[in-house]
């Protein structure tokens, strides 16, 4: 899909900002040599390198890219498919916030980034688990049906894992996965209402393809009145996120 990186920092700045909780977990050493892995605008990655380590960028992107490169030349961020890259001299972590559920060719992805790490090195990421997004989906959907748009509402943009599905792609990978978590996150939508338009026109435009304008406004109001019995509370507007969270180390 294509990405609009200035809407991405301006509306949706919850991704990088909720990921922070993330990199905790990657308990970084100064000096360690630290891959992020779908990087979007670079935020996370700059703090990783403020955390004293040599860290390097990879997105798919190539708007996220020159963002992230604009903001902190100092980085060496890289356009590169998550399912499908290499690095001669490997990482000692590889680290992922809100990327992984992009990513169809999962086992693709996983060996990747097991290929690129150390003996002992580690793989930390947060991606959308099983359940995520589960009401904007269903009314998406519902209402792209009813407009007789059926080719769009079969659509399937993103790859939500349980955590015995993920668990068991990294552990036939050859990792050894020592936390993982499943976990409800409501998330704040910014501007109330038109949360939900910006957030369908940031991260669900290929379900809109072909549809002309005017159709698409009147699509996407016709969404958030439906969603506003399970979004708006005391009017803030909450998405339905679930989270599916790890750390694992691979082994050989």
Same mark, same amino acid.
């Given at each position: 899909?294509?990405?609009? /990186?200035?809407?991405?920092?301006?509306? #949706?700045?919850?991704?990088?900002?909720?990921?922070?909780?993330?990199?905790? *977990?990657?308990?970084?050493?100064?000096?360690?040599?630290?891959?992020?892995?779908?990087?979007? $605008?670079? #935020?996370? +990655?700059?703090?990783?390198?403020?955390?004293?380590?040599?860290? &390097?960028?990879?997105?798919?992107?190539?708007?996220?890219?020159?963002?992230?490169?604009?903001?902190?030349?100092?980085?060496?961020?890289?356009?590169? %498919?998550? /399912?499908?890259? #290499?690095?001669?001299?490997?990482?000692?972590?590889?680290?992922?916030?809100?990327?992984?559920?992009?990513? @169809?060719?999962? %086992?693709?992805? &996983?060996?990747?980034?097991?290929?690129?790490?150390?003996?002992?090195? !580690?793989?930390?990421?947060?991606?959308?688990?099983?359940?995520?997004?589960? @009401?904007?989906?269903?009314? +998406? !959907?519902?209402?792209?049906?009813?407009? !007789?748009?059926? @080719?769009?509402?079969?659509?399937?943009?993103?790859?939500?894992?349980?955590?015995?599905?993920?668990?068991?792609?990294?552990?036939? /990978?050859?990792?050894?996965?020592?936390?993982? &978590? #499943?976990?409800? !996150?409501?998330?704040?939508?910014? %501007?109330?209402?038109?949360?939900?338009?910006?957030? *369908?026109?940031?991260?669900?435009?290929?379900?809109?393809?072909?549809?002309?304008? $005017?159709?698409?406004?009147?699509?996407?109001?016709?969404? +958030?009145? *439906?969603?506003?019995?399970?979004?708006?509370?005391?009017?803030?507007?909450? &998405?339905?996120?679930?989270?599916?969270?790890?750390?694992? *180390?691979?082994?050989?």
């Amino acid at each position: 899909m294509k990405w609009n /990186a200035e809407l991405y920092d301006d509306k #949706h700045a919850f991704v990088f900002q909720y990921g922070e909780s993330v990199l905790e *977990l990657l308990e970084i050493k100064p000096g360690e040599r630290i891959l992020d892995l779908g990087c979007g $605008t670079g #935020h996370l +990655t700059n703090e990783i390198k403020n955390n004293g380590a040599e860290v &390097i960028g990879i997105d798919a992107s190539a708007d996220m890219i020159a963002k992230a490169a604009k903001t902190y030349p100092g980085i060496d961020f890289r356009v590169a %498919d998550a /399912a499908d890259f #290499h690095f001669d001299e490997p990482f000692d972590a590889v680290f992922s916030n809100a990327v992984l559920h992009w990513v @169809h060719k999962a %086992d693709d992805a &996983i060996k990747c980034v097991y290929d690129s790490l150390k003996t002992s090195g !580690r793989f930390v990421a947060e991606m959308g688990g099983k359940g995520n997004n589960a @009401h904007i989906l269903a009314t +998406t !959907r519902q209402v792209l049906e009813k407009r !007789r748009y059926p @080719h769009l509402a079969i659509k399937k943009p993103w790859y939500f894992p349980s955590m015995g599905d993920y668990i068991t792609r990294l552990e036939n /990978a050859g990792f050894r996965v020592t936390s993982a &978590i #499943h976990f409800d !996150r409501p998330t704040l939508l910014q %501007d109330g209402r038109d949360g939900v338009a910006k957030w *369908l026109n940031m991260f669900g435009d290929t379900f809109f393809e072909g549809v002309d304008e $005017t159709e698409q406004e009147q699509i996407v109001a016709e969404i +958030t009145d *439906l969603l506003e019995p399970y979004y708006n509370i005391n009017g803030n507007w909450y &998405i339905d996120y679930v989270r599916l969270r790890f750390v694992a *180390l691979r082994e050989n």
